[in-house]
Every structure is written in structure tokens, then in C-alpha cells.
């Protein structure tokens, strides 16, 4: 992963040292410490990390192995953007409200299912991203630039966004602009903006909205909608994209409530 370049190398360390790192050239894997998720995860994880840093090897871009670390790679991105992007989204107004805070709570454990650390964990960098001095659209950047060919996982989590931002029924003149943001920066369409929005209003979580419609939109549109939706979601698409397993199950949810929702219009409808 390339990110903006950061900070200084750190001295070089004893051998001993050195056993409990992976320092690795560009092309190889490795965990970049630039950018804004590398100025969150020193941040989070302090002396845990910074006596691990080095300059690679004839580059001056920075590498953390993140085997001694409660994730890998792939998942610590996912849950350091996400819930960054989540902090600045809930202090978009000044204030985060105790109807956002159990928000978060609920994704993080109904909706990501999290365990007790990885819950401490995400609620840690919650409250570090409030205060560096990366912007919502910074995050929002890099999430698009890492998942660019998973359409999905940025629509799911652009409907996160909107869950936490109308978790009081309203949504404030700050975090419409965020929203607006994070939609350009995602390139998801205005309409389809427009129809995950109304889904987080109140009285919007109907069978038709969850599937984009309206009940007065005939059933091949309807059907249109469902096959569409419900191709996107699929969990085997979510697996197949690499999704975090906590993200797939977001997914699987999803998923499900599409379903549910199709088989409910059919039944009112009395097609099969």
C-alpha cells in the first residue's frame, strides 16, 4: 500500500530486536506506517509500535509486521479507516450524542460482532481519530483507493455512514456534507444515495425501501432491484473480495434482509 510520506526512520535496532520485525522492500508485503492510518496506528498502539519501526531497506518508506499485532494487514486498514472515518462523521456537529454513541455500539457489536479486544480496540482508535489532524475526506480516500474494485464494501460502508448520521432521526448541515463527501469520493450514484438515505429514516425500513423502491414501481422493477441487490451482497461475493470476516458478516446480514424483503413483496403480491 503506498500512502503519503510521514515522519522520520527510526534508529536501527539490535538483532534482537530485529527478530521480532518484518522489514521489507516496496514490492513486498508489509504494513506502510504513512498516511492517515499510519498516523492512527502509532497513535493507537504506541510503545507497542514505535520501538519496532525501522527504515526499510535502501527506502524510506516504512514497514510494520503485524504478526505481534491483534489483526493483519487487511483488517487493521478496514477497522483503522472505518471507525476514524465513523469518529469524524460523529463529531461532525461538535458533539457526539449518547443516540450515536449506541450507534456505534450496536455495529460493533450486533453488527461487526466484535470480540471484548477487538471492541476495546475499535472504540481506541474511535477516540484517537477525533484528534489527528487528517480530514473525513482524507480516510474517505484511502478507503476508496484500497477497496477501488469492491463496489460493495464501499456502498455497505457508505451505509454505515448513514446509519450513525441519522441515529437522532436528522441529519445536521456538517454531516450532510461529509455524506456528500464520501459519496463522490466512493462514486455512488446520487439516486442510489438518495434510496440508502431514506432507508435510516424514520418509517423507511420497509420491504420496498430496503430494495430501492417504491410500491408503486411494478414488479420487474421491483425483481430488477432484488437481483441486483442481492448479487452484491451475496456472502460468496463478500468472501471472494476479501472482505474482513467481521465486514462479511455485515454482508450476510444485509443479505439476508434483502430476502426477506423480496419474499415479502412476492407474498403481498401473490407472485412466486
Known amino acids: 500500500m503506498v500512502f503519503n510520506q510521514m515522519g522520520q526512520a527510526q534508529p536501527t535496532m539490535g538483532q534482537s530486536q530485529m527478530s521480532l520485525l518484518n522489514w521489507v522492500k516496496e514490492k513486498e508485503q508489509g504494513f506502510q506506517i504513512n498516511g492517515p492510518i499510519g498516523t492512527v496506528a502509532l497513535a493507537v498502539f504506541g510503545q507497542q509500535v514505535n520501538p519496532h519501526l525501522q527504515q526499510g531497506f535502501g527506502s524510506t518508506r516504512m514497514y510494520l509486521d503485524t504478526s505481534h499485532l491483534p489483526m493483519g494487514e487487511k483488517e487493521l486498514t478496514f477497522f483503522i479507516t472505518a471507525f476514524s472515518m465513523l469518529a469524524k462523521l460523529a463529531d461532525a ?11 456505534i455500539g450496536r455495529f460493533i457489536q450486533d453488527g461487526l460482532k466484535l470480540d471484548q479486544d477487538k471492541s476495546e480496540l475499535a472504540l481506541t482508535i474511535f ?54 463527501v464520501a459519496r463522490d469520493v466512493f462514486e455512488i450514484s446520487e439516486a442510489r444515495f438518495e434510496q ?24 420487474d422493477v421491483v425483481k430488477k432491484n432484488y437481483q441486483k441487490l442481492s448479487k452484491q451482497w451475496h456472502p460468496d ?24 424483503a423480496f419474499a415479502a413483496i412476492q407474498s403481498e403480491s401473490g407472485d412466486s
Do not use: W
Not at 456537529?93 to 450507534?103: L, N
Open 93 to 103: 456537529d461538535g458533539d457526539i450524542s449518547s443516540t450515536e454513541k449506541r450507534t
Open 127 to 180: 477516540r484517537v481519530a477525533r484528534n489527528v489532524d487528517f480530514t473525513f475526506e482524507d480516510f474517505a480516500k484511502q478507503f476508496k483507493e484500497i477497496n477501488k474494485r469492491k463496489p460493495a464494501m464501499l456502498e455497505s460502508f457508505m451505509d454505515v455512514l448513514l446509519a450513525l448520521a441519522a441515529a437522532d432521526q436528522v441529519f445536521s448541515a456538517e454531516e450532510r456534507k461529509l455524506l456528500t
Open 196 to 219: 440508502l438515505k431514506q432507508r435510516h429514516l424514520q418509517d423507511a425500513n420497509t420491504p420496498y425501501h430496503v430494495l430501492g423502491c417504491s410500491p408503486n414501481d411494478p414488479l
Open 237 to 260: 461475493r463478500a468472501v471472494k473480495e476479501g472482505m474482513p470476516a467481521e465486514f462479511s458478516a455485515v454482508a450476510k446480514q444485509k443479505y439476508e434482509q434483502i430476502e426477506a
